[in-house]
């Protein structure tokens, strides 16, 4: 890559959209720790990790199980996403509009943006939980999906949520330092948090803490009925809560600037801290809940209030801050593309967040998260093992690499047809046969990589 062009990208804001990124922007693995830790230790951690105790999942499990999936989910970025990433030095989107074509690839941002709104809108919903202890303003979780919890808790959210879009739309950069800022600390609370309710719970021995689990447990499944969240999908959920940044290779766009494939294992910060001990604490804070007061309801304000008072609130707000802003602007980098060129560039990211916030209005969707990311991850993983295919393979089966680049196509059939027809049956199984949308995941990424392989023979032939 030439100077000059080098000095073109720097002065667009030096992102390097549609170029692969320099050697000179180029940064080294431990660069990335921080980074995966803000990412990773923020919002959803709350939400979460009380689901698993509503959920029925045994603290023996939880404990094994959460530590072989996130190890499994640290070895798909390492050995899966950084190779690739290190290799072409481009982001997911203008790798697939080389594979794909930039009109397949709308479609897909659009895809993309829509689900990414619904987890901002869930953060959103974590953020307001918080806002609203101070007035006595707490929210309830309906039984109808798009059921409200109160007028005065809907206010919140639209407050909170229209800061969060202006906020994104005219500074993304302060926030991503924030984010790095506050990571650190927020993790503290997590920990603080988790010590507390054991305190709160007079817990003094390991066996004292798996009975006041247990009867945990026992209270939820008394009032929402018996529910199992076994070993093996703990193990599963763990390892493909993320599957749409590492199997459908989101994250290719942060470990381009990596100089080398180590940068694969800075997710395990994010993972051992956030997506582990982060979500173990706040699952201790709802079995301190309901031993204290018998409310099983998982209110991420109201439980942080419980366990360390105003610096939960304050960690609770920001935590669903640092996560929904720059969801909101990714999701709003994603809409760009229905805006005609003239369009500020904001306007995406405005759109974004209107509808994070008519997301967050309707608590039910944030406590539908379990099922929400393996959903997420199934629609957008396939995508990923086209590029997997795309990359390892297409030379050696000797059939096009970035077929829409070289062929000078805008809208690769054959992309389309091995994303839409494993994710379509995918998706029949999730909501006609009641399916866990989490193990839908890798069996769709498979049938994506083999569909496109033989699609792509077959247009050979």
């Not at 808790?153 to 993304?172: D, E, K, N, P, R």
């Not at 997590?190 to 066996?207: H, I, K, P, R, Y």
């Not at 766009?253 to 997710?267: H, L, N, Q, V, Y």
Request: glycine residues 10%; charged residues 10%.
């Amino acid at each position: 890559m030439s100077d000059t062009a080098v000095e073109i990208e720097e002065i667009g804001g030096g992102e390097f959209e549609r170029t692969p990124v320099p050697s000179s922007k180029l940064k080294g693995w431990k660069s990335f720790l921080g980074m995966y830790a803000g990412e990773h230790a923020a919002g959803t951690e709350f939400m979460i990790g009380p689901l698993f105790l509503a959920a029925g999942a045994s603290l023996k499990d939880l404990a094994i199980g959460l530590l072989l999936g996130n190890i499994l989910a640290i070895l798909t970025w390492r050995y899966i996403v950084a190779p690739i990433a290190v290799s072409n030095k481009l982001t997911l989107y203008y790798q697939l509009e080389k594979i794909a074509g930039k009109h397949l690839v709308k479609i897909y941002n659009v895809v993309n943006g829509v689900l990414f709104c619904f987890l901002a809108g869930a953060m959103i919903t974590v953020s307001a939980s918080a806002v609203g202890i101070p007035f006595g303003i707490s929210f309830s979780v309906p039984d109808d999906v798009f059921g409200l919890s109160s007028p005065a808790f809907s206010g919140i959210v639209i407050i909170v949520g229209l800061i969060m879009a202006i906020v994104a739309a005219a500074g993304y950069n302060t926030v991503s330092k924030f984010a790095n800022i506050a990571a650190p600390w927020m993790i503290i609370v997590f920990a603080a948090c988790g010590l507390s309710a054991l305190t709160q719970m007079e817990v003094n021995s390991w066996d004292s803490l798996f009975a006041e689990w247990d009867k945990g447990i026992d209270v939820v499944q008394s009032i929402n009925g018996k529910a199992d969240f076994g070993f093996w999908k703990i193990v599963i959920f763990s390892w493909l809560c993320n599957a749409a940044m590492h199997f459908g290779m989101a994250d290719l766009s942060i470990m381009r600037f990596a100089k080398d494939t180590r940068a694969g294992w800075g997710p395990s910060i994010g993972m051992f801290l956030g997506h582990y001990m982060a979500w173990i604490c706040a699952s201790f804070m709802l079995a301190a809940q309901i031993k204290l007061t018998g409310d099983i309801s998982a209110n991420p304000g109201a439980l942080a209030w419980s366990a360390v008072g105003w610096t939960g609130i304050i960690c609770v707000i920001v935590a669903g801050w640092t996560t929904a802003n720059p969801t909101i602007y990714r999701a709003g980098l994603a809409f760009q593309s229905l805006f005609p060129s003239s369009a500020k560039k904001y306007s995406g990211v405005i759109l974004a967040g209107l509808i994070a916030t008519a997301a967050g209005i309707f608590p039910a969707l944030s406590g539908k998260l379990l099922d929400f990311v393996g959903l997420y991850g199934t629609i957008l993983g396939p995508m990923g093992g086209v590029i997997f295919v795309n990359h390892y393979l297409a030379k050696k089966m000797n059939f096009t690499q970035d077929y829409a680049d070289n062929k000078g196509a805008n809208f690769n059939i054959a992309v389309l047809l091995a994303w839409l027809l494993p994710v379509a049956l995918g998706l029949y199984f999730i909501f006609a046969k009641g399916l866990f949308p989490a193990y839908a995941v890798i069996p769709c990424w498979i049938a994506s990589s083999l569909l496109y392989v033989f699609i792509m023979k077959l247009k050979k032939s």
